[in-house]
């Protein structure tokens, strides 16, 4: 396995169920996420997404919205030193144009801190949409084809990869959701036309290394044929 995308559903929820403001709930998930980095660096696995704020989290309150930002950019510093000292280059994927200026600057700060790791990539998918990034694609082709620089005939599905958000990393082989929700939600809709599934009912802030394990062992199992 080269790439482990994580659904990471269910922070809210489990806050609701202590009585807690719903955001606090992912405060409680960054446990989660420093546990399947840790599995990753483990497994040799070389890349890892985590869907960290959809274009649709947009809707949220004003305060759940500051409060997420502000935990990225706490978090994502407090961990640089780590990152460096574990090889992990930190990047964050999505539309940029709808980061806030501050998370901006402090997101620019630790992929350039990081640039030079080479055992893991952990992208956090942020301001991000599976369907957007498709969009986003077919403006920078269009824009490409325009110029002359690219003739519409051989524009192809590698074409279509390398203008993507996330189109310099591998197709996820496994997807793995938390939540009980046996869906997408707009999370790499292009990349994974192959990927394998799990879908697990605990909270994100449940997860724990076994559960990623039974998840790993399960994909290992798979015969994937791609067509073949």
Known sequence: MQHLACIMDGNRRFAKRHGWKPWIGHKKGVDAVRMAIDFCVKKNIKFLSLYTFSIENFKRSEDEKNYLFSLLVEQAKKHINEFIQKGIQV??????????????KACQEVEEQTQQGVTLQV???????GQQEIVHAAK???QSVQKGELLTEDIDEKTITNALWLGDAPPPDLIFRTGGVNRLSNFLLFQSAYAEFYFSDNLWPEVTHNDLQIAFDRFNQCKRNFGK
């Not at 990047?91 to 901006?104: E, K």
């Not at 992208?123 to 949409?129: A, D, E, K, R, W």
């Open 91 to 104: 990047r964050f994927v999505g539309n940029r144009s709808l980061f806030p200026q501050d998370v901006i």
């Open 123 to 129: 992208n956090f998918l942020f301001c991000y949409g």
């Open 140 to 142: 920078k082709i269009s």
